[in-house]
T-cell receptor, first 114, second 110 residues
């Protein structure tokens, strides 16, 4: 079974803090994704990566950065957390160069920024 | 215009009912289509892929209409365990991106 794990289920941070969200997958998938999910807006893509050290902006990259130093690990960084970044963050991975394969999601990190 | 649009519902149906969800997509070059299921406070999980010829998996049937750019999900003989949010997902050929609908909420009532 594919397993995608995220470093925290719940996180509370203060405005201005630097926040790291870690994601690890164990199936040697090429593609990894970070989304945020908000009521009424669905899942929105922040960044994705199709290879080590590669990254592509999604639809809402502002205020975020990512790092993929190893194939199995994809980190999301909030350089200076703001209250409008309070959300559920979901990491996903998929195999294949075309990206048209099933995505497997981690359990999510519910981040609250005070 | 959103890449993917679907009726948020909620749909409240009795056990045994048949219910259908539709989803429209804006990019005619889209190549892959999926339905995901998301339970409350859980991550989305793949329910089924949607193929051009339509496909069935037990009580679930998925259809794709490329001309009208919509996909549908039909659930027959609804069970209480079908209560969840159903997400329509479209993959474009450019940049490995997946676009998610906002989800349709289904509650099956005893």
């Amino acid at each position: 079974d594919v397993k995608v794990t995220q470093s925290s289920r719940y996180l509370v941070k203060r405005t201005g803090e630097k926040v790291f969200l870690e994601c690890v997958q164990d199936m040697d998938h090429e593609n990894m994704f970070w989304y945020r999910q908000d009521p009424g807006l669905g899942l929105r893509l922040i960044y994705f990566s199709y290879d080590v050290k590669m990254k592509e902006k999604g639809d809402i990259p502002e205020g975020y950065s990512v790092s993929r130093e190893k194939k199995e690990r994809f980190s999301l960084i909030l350089e200076s957390a703001s209250t409008n970044q309070t959300s559920m963050y979901l990491c996903a991975s998929s195999s294949g160069g075309s990206g048209g394969n099933e995505q497997f999601f981690g359990p999510g990190t519910r981040l609250t920024v005070l | 215009r959103k890449e993917v649009e679907q009726d948020p519902g909620p749909f409240n149906v009795p056990e045994g009912a048949t219910v259908a969800f539709n989803c429209t997509y804006s990019n005619s070059a889209s190549q892959s289509f999926f339905w995901y299921r998301q339970d409350c406070r859980k991550e989305p999980k793949l329910l089924m892929s949607v193929y051009s010829s339509g496909n069935e998996d037990g009580r679930f049937t998925a259809q794709l209409n490329r001309a009208s750019q919509y996909i549908s999900l039909l659930i027959r003989d609804s069970k209480l365990s079908d209560s969840a949010t159903y997400l329509c997902v479209v993959n474009t050929p450019l940049g490995n991106q997946f676009y998610f609908g906002t989800g349709t909420s289904l509650t099956v009532i005893p």
